[in-house]
């Protein structure tokens, strides 16, 4: 069993006992979440598509911890003028593991 959910914007593809790395959430760690917006829910032989979102269906998360990704380096340059500047940016992350899917 599977389902698409969409979180914070983005869709995700969960399947239980997943880890998944969400844009950062305000829940703290070890609280549960409910996903709600589940976009297409596959059970067996069985696919249940949305329009937009499958009624019902629900899947639970535990937030486990919350991280930060890789480097991202921003590099901006004009040629000729001397003019260079170098930033970085490391976005925020949450790691949720998913218990169950409902439907």
Do not use: C, W
């Amino acid at each position: 069993m599977y389902a698409i959910a969409e979180i914070a914007g983005k869709q995700f593809r969960l399947t239980r006992d997943q880890y998944i790395y969400t844009p950062k959430m305000e829940q703290e760690v070890g609280s549960a979440v409910l996903f709600d917006k589940i976009l297409l829910l596959q059970d067996g032989e069985k696919i249940h598509i949305g329009s937009p979102i499958v009624s019902g269906a629900k899947a639970e998360g535990k937030v486990l911890e919350h991280v930060k990704g890789d480097k991202i380096i921003v590099f901006k340059r004009k040629r000729r003028k001397g003019y260079k500047v170098k930033k970085g940016h490391r976005q925020g992350y949450t790691k949720v593991l998913i218990e169950n899917i409902l439907k």
